[in-house]
């Protein structure tokens, strides 16, 4: 009878689960094969336009309570940007050599909040004055926290916690270093849909449909998505600002949805070198360097989750705990680098740009070296870097909403080293999982209603010692699943397997497995005086 033939039997490879890969095919530059120079530019520069958006958010939500205005604003960015830059080609050279750009850290922002809360500050009348003190108070607690991570990075202390590391223990604090950001998504689209959404939207087209729908020689349509998509974006929410479209909407409306409000353009100046202790002389608060060294471990973790992720998008292998212990003492040079410049925040891995690197296909290291480059240029160059700087934030929230979802993917994908029919799996992962969402969620929603944290004493410096790791969904993920999958059966040599442990047998130590060698020797025969173990 026609068609009513069954269908053929699956093949025996059909049935075959799809192959454990140590490194992620499918790349098109990994970490050492740099795309032709002209597409390395354009590359470098949409790494630079995707790292703008917490370049700006920070200095927006700290600047005018400490004080500034406009001009402040603009000195501060141009500042975190020049930093940015510097400590991203000290990270590609000298630290984990990844592709990993080096932005700002959201960690930092509650302790900063609470130096510029501080009641030595309340009696400044002068706004400005003000600003120069909490900047300078801030400095001296950045100055502290950094050597927490200098120490753990170079001691070799961190290198030997990631060693305890596995497959299944990373999944959650991976995961949730990108799914952990969903505040700053759709929350941000939502504050003017009519340009946020509208950004998602093509997104997805330039980037998911136009690919397989126009075929070209080369990949052009996902590759530039973001440099398309926010041209189109930006000049369409620029109509819209011409035309009158938000004259009589409210305030806040006005700041999120116009070109013209962010007040970047006229506060920076044309041409403006950032140097060391530009505000001045830090001043130092033993309980505020306290917190700040808090936060900038929680940063620490949360980096270290990144860091693997980008490993694994550049196509690399598993990164070996020595040279993430030596990526960690660059990072904390690189909150010292902050904390000398004055930028208000510390140093972490760029979780957005990460994810750009899944975006494009494109994990070299050149590129993000360029964008590094783009990064120092506009920050002199002060009235072109504002141009781009005013870019509206809910067009950044939009592209976040891919970024972070290609790092929380990434984090799921460990899971292929694991065995997903053991029930140990099972409750470790759900169970970190579930604590890394509701913990920190009961922080965030007590401060919201109450105006402070859950832990509140009179010494506000205690409080963020507690508050700010718990409000960290990578952190509370993180270190639950670490405690649980070093505790639990350890020893048992199923568990081992179960665990994923094997799988990484051969990147604990620097010198086991020959591609170690080629993607994070350091240059220039370094390695000779400065070894990885």
Avoid at 192 to 200: A, D, K, R, T
Avoid at 428 to 449: A, C, D, H, K, R
Wanted: glycine fraction near 10%.
């Amino acid at each position: 009878m026609a068609g009513g033939g069954a269908a053929p039997p699956p093949k025996q490879e059909e049935l075959q689960p799809h192959p454990v890969k140590d490194q992620l095919p499918s790349v098109s530059y990994c970490i050492t094969s740099p795309p032709p120079w002209p597409e390395a530019i354009i590359l470098g520069f949409q790494h630079y336009i995707v790292m703008l958006g917490t370049s700006v958010i920070i200095p927006s939500a700290l600047v005018p309570q400490m004080g500034g205005g406009n001009e402040e604003k603009a000195r501060v960015i141009q500042t975190l940007l020049f930093v940015a830059g510097i400590n991203t080609l000290c990270q590609s050279f000298f630290g984990t050599r990844l592709p990993a750009v080096m932005g700002g850290s959201y960690t930092v922002v509650a302790p900063t909040i609470s130096i510029i809360l501080a009641g030595r500050y309340s009696n400044e009348t002068d706004p400005h004055e003000k600003f120069l003190r909490t900047m300078r108070g801030t400095q001296g607690a950045l100055i502290i926290a950094s050597t927490i991570q200098i120490i753990l990075g170079f001691s070799g202390l961190w290198r030997n916690v990631v060693r305890l590391l596995s497959p299944l223990s990373a999944v959650p604090l991976i995961s949730l270093a990108g799914f952990g950001l969903y505040e700053l998504g759709f929350p941000g689209v939502a504050k003017c849909v009519e340009i946020g959404l509208p950004e998602i939207i093509l997104m997805l087209i330039f980037s998911q449909y136009l690919p397989h729908a126009i075929r070209v020689a080369k990949p052009v349509f996902d590759r530039f998505s973001v440099i398309f998509t926010i041209a189109i974006v930006w000049l369409y929410a620029y109509i819209l600002t011409v035309s009158g479209a938000y004259k009589n909407a409210r305030t806040k409306t006005q700041v999120h949805c116009r070109v013209d409000r962010s007040g970047l353009i006229g506060g920076a100046s044309w041409i403006s070198v950032p140097y060391p202790f530009q505000w001045g002389a830090p001043t130092f608060d033993a309980g505020e360097s306290f917190a700040m060294m808090m936060a900038s471990f929680v940063a620490l973790v949360e980096s270290t989750g990144t860091f693997i992720a980008v490993s694994r998008y550049a196509s690399a292998t598993m990164i070996p705990p020595s040279v993430l212990g030596r990526g960690i003492g660059w990072q904390g040079i690189g909150t010292l680098l902050g904390a000398f410049f004055g930028t208000a925040n510390g140093t972490a891995v760029s979780v957005e740009n990460a994810g750009l690197l899944a975006l494009t296909h494109v994990g070299s290291r050149r590129v993000v070296q360029i964008s590094a480059g783009f990064m120092i240029f506009f920050s002199i160059l002060g009235k072109f870097g504002a141009i781009f700087a005013s870019i509206p934030l809910p067009i950044f929230a939009a592209i976040y909403c891919i970024f972070f979802a290609y790092i929380g993917a990434c984090g799921l994908s460990f899971l292929q080293f694991c065995n997903l029919n053991s029930f140990r799996t099972k409750f470790i992962v759900g169970f970190s999982f579930f604590m890394g969402l509701s913990v920190p969620q009961y922080f965030n929603e007590y401060t919201s209603v109450a105006g402070y944290g859950p832990v509140h004493t009179g010494a506000r410096w205690f409080n963020d010692m507690i508050n700010v790791p718990f409000s960290s969904k990578p952190f509370v993920a993180g270190l639950v699943a670490f405690f649980l999958d070093n505790t639990i059966h350890r020893r048992d040599n199923t568990v081992r397997r179960d665990r994923g442990y094997h799988w990484w047998d051969k990147f604990r130590s620097f010198k086991t497995d020959s591609r170690s060698e080629e993607f994070y020797s350091l240059p220039f025969n370094l390695n000779k005086f400065f070894p990885s173990v």
